[in-house]
């Protein structure tokens, strides 16, 4: 069964002038739909059609190379539109706790995330992810996902060009700030947590 492009969880607009309408219709709707349908067509007859996104995942992980990219980048960008929110939300009382415990407060953890952002070599994904009660922050290059990777992850930043570029230019750590002092959906990441299994495709 084809997979569906999962649908932006607020309206286009929402996240400016952080990341605008423009950006968004592009992002979402051109370069997400892409990876959904190259997807699609590469499941389509297979073994992998009636799988979930997940299995699809960890199933071409080192042997299908153009069928992981296009999966793990269809999960990736879903958790990602999840990851954020009109205005940032607050992380449940035990997400602070834990906050407060792996990186000393939230402030250290935005500027963590901010910094780890803005160091990032090429294209890729900054993760806050948890694994044995611990929460750490995760760089994953190009497509890669943490969705099979034995991390829960607790959401997750585009660091690539096509994330930014319209709205900053070259000035990925203007995106950054934007969005982690303004956009971050900790609340999502507060659900992530308490569920303790990997948020699952939708
Ligand atoms: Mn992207």
Redesign the pocket.
């Known amino acids: 069964m084809a997979f569906q492009l999962s649908p932006l969880p607020y309206a286009a607009d929402a996240l400016a002038p952080a990341i605008s309408a423009e950006t968004l219709s592009f992002?979402h709707g051109k370069?997400h739909q892409t990876y959904v349908d190259k997807m699609n067509a590469a499941i389509e007859g297979t073994a992998h059609a009636d799988a979930s996104l997940e299995a699809i995942i960890a199933a071409s992980r080192g042997t299908n190379q153009g069928l992981f990219n296009n999966s793990a980048q269809t999960w990736n960008?879903a958790f990602y539109w999840h990851s954020m929110a009109p205005s940032s939300t607050a992380p449940s009382a035990d997400l602070a706790a834990k906050i407060d415990e792996a990186f000393g407060s939230l402030d250290a953890l935005k500027q963590q995330l901010k910094d780890r952002g803005a160091g990032h070599f090429a294209s890729g994904w900054v993760w806050l992810a948890e694994k044995g009660g611990k929460l750490s922050i995760e760089e994953t290059h190009d497509a890669d996902t943490l969705a099979d990777s034995g991390f829960n992850p607790l959401l997750v930043l585009?660091v690539?060009e096509?994330?930014y570029y319209l709205d900053h230019q070259n000035k990925r750590p203007s995106y950054l700030d934007a969005v982690v002092e303004g956009k971050l959906n900790l609340a999502f990441a507060s659900e992530n947590l308490a569920r303790g299994t990997v948020w699952t495709y939708a």
């Open positions: 992002h370069h960008h585009d690539w096509h994330a």
